[in-house]
Protein backbone atom coordinates (compact mmCIF):
# COMPACT_ATOMS: atom_id res chain seq x y z
CA UNK A 1 0.00 0.00 0.00
CA UNK A 2 1.21 3.71 -1.19
CA UNK A 3 2.01 5.44 2.34
CA UNK A 4 -0.10 8.82 0.80
CA UNK A 5 1.32 11.29 3.35
CA UNK A 6 4.93 10.72 2.03
CA UNK A 7 4.33 10.89 -1.85
CA UNK A 8 2.29 14.04 -0.62
CA UNK A 9 4.43 15.93 1.56
CA UNK A 10 7.22 15.17 -1.59
CA UNK A 11 4.38 16.97 -4.11
CA UNK A 12 3.74 19.77 -1.92
CA UNK A 13 7.57 20.85 -2.09
CA UNK A 14 7.72 20.28 -5.34
CA UNK A 15 4.45 22.40 -6.11
CA UNK A 16 6.03 25.92 -5.46
CA UNK A 17 7.65 25.57 -9.04
CA UNK A 18 4.34 24.41 -10.73
CA UNK A 19 2.14 26.58 -12.39
CA UNK A 20 -0.71 24.60 -11.77
CA UNK A 21 -1.85 21.59 -9.25
CA UNK A 22 0.20 18.80 -9.47
CA UNK A 23 -1.42 15.28 -10.48
CA UNK A 24 -1.21 12.87 -8.24
CA UNK A 25 -2.15 10.23 -10.63
CA UNK A 26 1.10 8.19 -10.39
CA UNK A 27 0.56 6.50 -13.87
CA UNK A 28 1.77 9.90 -15.27
CA UNK A 29 4.83 11.52 -16.29
CA UNK A 30 5.10 14.55 -14.52
CA UNK A 31 7.17 17.32 -15.88
CA UNK A 32 7.43 20.55 -13.23
CA UNK A 33 8.63 23.75 -14.52
CA UNK A 34 9.35 24.17 -18.07
CA UNK A 35 12.53 25.70 -18.66
CA UNK A 36 12.46 27.04 -22.33
CA UNK A 37 15.82 28.55 -21.76
CA UNK A 38 17.69 25.13 -21.55
CA UNK A 39 15.67 23.49 -24.31
CA UNK A 40 12.43 22.42 -26.11
CA UNK A 41 12.62 19.17 -23.57
CA UNK A 42 13.78 20.86 -20.47
CA UNK A 43 12.11 20.73 -17.04
CA UNK A 44 13.29 21.87 -13.32
CA UNK A 45 11.74 18.34 -12.01
CA UNK A 46 10.62 15.27 -13.41
CA UNK A 47 8.84 12.38 -11.96
CA UNK A 48 7.81 9.41 -14.34
CA UNK A 49 4.81 7.29 -14.29
CA UNK A 50 4.93 4.24 -11.33
CA UNK A 51 6.01 0.94 -11.79
CA UNK A 52 3.25 -1.82 -11.45
CA UNK A 53 4.29 -4.96 -8.67
CA UNK A 54 5.32 -7.15 -11.20
CA UNK A 55 7.54 -4.08 -13.03
CA UNK A 56 9.01 -3.56 -9.40
CA UNK A 57 9.30 -7.17 -8.99
CA UNK A 58 11.46 -7.16 -12.30
CA UNK A 59 13.56 -4.79 -10.98
CA UNK A 60 14.27 -6.78 -8.18
CA UNK A 61 15.13 -9.57 -10.20
CA UNK A 62 17.75 -7.29 -11.86
CA UNK A 63 19.16 -6.03 -8.95
CA UNK A 64 19.09 -9.55 -7.00
CA UNK A 65 18.28 -7.39 -4.08
CA UNK A 66 14.68 -7.02 -2.52
CA UNK A 67 13.07 -3.99 -2.83
CA UNK A 68 12.30 -2.44 0.66
CA UNK A 69 9.08 -1.53 1.70
CA UNK A 70 9.52 2.83 1.30
CA UNK A 71 11.65 2.30 -1.46
CA UNK A 72 8.75 -0.40 -3.22
CA UNK A 73 5.94 2.77 -2.56
CA UNK A 74 8.15 4.91 -3.61
CA UNK A 75 8.81 3.24 -7.42
CA UNK A 76 4.84 2.59 -7.46
CA UNK A 77 4.90 6.44 -7.30
CA UNK A 78 7.66 7.07 -9.44
CA UNK A 79 10.19 5.27 -11.51
CA UNK A 80 12.74 7.04 -10.14
CA UNK A 81 12.86 10.89 -10.16
CA UNK A 82 15.48 13.91 -12.15
CA UNK A 83 15.01 16.92 -9.04
CA UNK A 84 16.86 19.99 -9.73
CA UNK A 85 17.67 19.27 -13.28
CA UNK A 86 19.07 16.60 -12.65
CA UNK A 87 21.37 17.49 -9.49
CA UNK A 88 19.41 15.02 -7.20
CA UNK A 89 18.11 12.19 -9.44
CA UNK A 90 17.37 8.15 -8.25
CA UNK A 91 17.27 6.17 -11.21
CA UNK A 92 14.83 3.36 -12.25
CA UNK A 93 13.50 0.45 -14.57
CA UNK A 94 14.65 1.70 -18.40
CA UNK A 95 11.92 -0.42 -20.29
CA UNK A 96 13.23 0.92 -23.67
CA UNK A 97 16.63 2.64 -24.09
CA UNK A 98 16.21 6.07 -25.99
CA UNK A 99 18.63 8.68 -27.29
CA UNK A 100 15.18 10.53 -28.02
CA UNK A 101 15.41 13.56 -25.83
CA UNK A 102 11.03 14.32 -26.10
CA UNK A 103 11.32 10.47 -24.66
CA UNK A 104 11.70 11.09 -20.87
CA UNK A 105 12.70 7.76 -19.01
CA UNK A 106 14.99 7.49 -15.75
CA UNK A 107 18.53 6.69 -15.27
CA UNK A 108 18.79 2.87 -15.53
CA UNK A 109 18.84 1.18 -11.69
CA UNK A 110 20.66 -1.38 -13.34
CA UNK A 111 23.50 0.40 -14.65
CA UNK A 112 24.41 2.44 -11.72
CA UNK A 113 24.55 -1.21 -9.83
CA UNK A 114 27.20 -2.50 -12.27
CA UNK A 115 29.25 -0.19 -10.71
CA UNK A 116 28.85 0.01 -7.52
CA UNK A 117 29.44 -3.75 -6.90
CA UNK A 118 32.60 -3.49 -8.02
CA UNK A 119 33.29 -0.30 -6.31
CA UNK A 120 31.45 -0.72 -2.88
CA UNK A 121 31.86 -4.72 -2.42
CA UNK A 122 31.61 -4.42 1.42
CA UNK A 123 28.70 -2.58 1.03
CA UNK A 124 26.87 -4.59 -1.48
CA UNK A 125 27.80 -7.38 0.59
CA UNK A 126 25.88 -6.00 3.05
CA UNK A 127 22.75 -5.91 0.98
CA UNK A 128 22.97 -2.22 0.06
CA UNK A 129 22.50 -1.18 -3.32
CA UNK A 130 22.99 2.54 -5.68
CA UNK A 131 19.75 4.29 -6.26
CA UNK A 132 20.94 7.39 -7.56
CA UNK A 133 23.31 10.33 -7.07
CA UNK A 134 23.61 14.01 -5.79
CA UNK A 135 25.50 15.71 -7.93
CA UNK A 136 26.16 19.47 -6.77
CA UNK A 137 29.49 19.57 -7.26
CA UNK A 138 30.46 15.86 -7.07
CA UNK A 139 28.60 12.71 -8.44
CA UNK A 140 28.26 11.42 -4.56
CA UNK A 141 26.44 8.30 -4.28
CA UNK A 142 22.70 7.47 -3.27
CA UNK A 143 22.72 4.18 -1.58
CA UNK A 144 19.81 2.19 -0.10
CA UNK A 145 20.10 -0.53 2.71
CA UNK A 146 18.04 -3.65 2.78
CA UNK A 147 16.03 -1.73 6.27
CA UNK A 148 15.39 0.83 3.80
CA UNK A 149 17.71 3.77 5.43
CA UNK A 150 18.97 5.98 2.77
CA UNK A 151 22.77 7.44 2.86
CA UNK A 152 24.75 9.99 0.50
CA UNK A 153 28.39 8.49 0.17
CA UNK A 154 30.90 11.11 -0.54
CA UNK A 155 32.66 10.13 -4.42
CA UNK A 156 35.86 10.42 -3.43
CA UNK A 157 35.82 9.14 0.91
CA UNK A 158 33.34 6.72 0.53
CA UNK A 159 31.99 8.33 3.75
CA UNK A 160 28.58 8.49 4.00
CA UNK A 161 27.62 12.31 4.42
CA UNK A 162 24.04 12.45 5.30
CA UNK A 163 21.36 8.80 6.36
CA UNK A 164 17.32 9.41 5.87
CA UNK A 165 15.06 6.76 7.10
CA UNK A 166 13.24 6.29 3.61
CA UNK A 167 13.52 7.91 -0.06
CA UNK A 168 10.55 10.15 0.28
CA UNK A 169 12.17 11.86 3.51
CA UNK A 170 15.57 12.17 1.62
CA UNK A 171 13.94 13.70 -1.20
CA UNK A 172 12.03 15.84 0.35
CA UNK A 173 14.91 17.52 2.38
CA UNK A 174 16.38 18.06 -0.74
CA UNK A 175 13.34 19.68 -2.17
CA UNK A 176 13.24 22.30 0.30
CA UNK A 177 16.79 22.60 1.60
CA UNK A 178 17.71 23.37 -2.49
CA UNK A 179 14.69 24.85 -2.93
CA UNK A 180 16.17 28.26 -1.65
CA UNK A 181 18.62 28.32 -4.61
CA UNK A 182 16.19 28.24 -7.71
CA UNK A 183 13.26 30.37 -7.95
CA UNK A 184 9.88 29.78 -9.06
CA UNK A 185 10.79 30.03 -12.60
CA UNK A 186 13.29 27.69 -12.53
CA UNK A 187 16.39 30.29 -12.81
CA UNK A 188 18.96 28.94 -10.44
CA UNK A 189 20.40 31.89 -7.57
CA UNK A 190 22.82 30.09 -5.43
CA UNK A 191 26.50 29.65 -5.24
CA UNK A 192 28.44 26.17 -5.50
CA UNK A 193 30.02 26.70 -2.39
CA UNK A 194 27.74 27.56 0.33
CA UNK A 195 25.45 24.49 -1.55
CA UNK A 196 28.65 22.61 -0.61
CA UNK A 197 28.67 23.60 2.62
CA UNK A 198 25.20 22.24 3.30
CA UNK A 199 25.80 19.15 1.64
CA UNK A 200 29.07 18.51 3.72
CA UNK A 201 27.73 20.08 7.42
CA UNK A 202 26.20 18.25 9.96
CA UNK A 203 23.38 20.42 10.14
CA UNK A 204 21.55 18.45 6.96
CA UNK A 205 21.70 14.90 8.88
CA UNK A 206 18.22 13.54 9.05
CA UNK A 207 18.05 10.57 11.81
Known sequence: MTNNDAADNLLEQLAR?????????????????YQAQRG??????????????????????LLNRQIPPRLFEFYHETNGARLFEG???????????????????????????????AVHPDLHNKGYFRIGSVSFLRQDEMICGPDD????????????????RGIFDC????AREMGQFWTAEGDFIGD?????HLLLGTGGTVQ
Request: glycine residues 6%; proline residues 3%; charged residues 20%.
Open 40 to 61: TCAYLHCLYAGLTGAEIASMSE
Open 149 to 164: QIAILHQETGMPLRHY
Open 171 to 174: LETF
Open 17 to 33: WSNASLSHNKRQLRQIC
Open 192 to 196: WETID
Open 87 to 117: QVSVGGLVKEFSRDPAKAVPICIEQHNLIFR
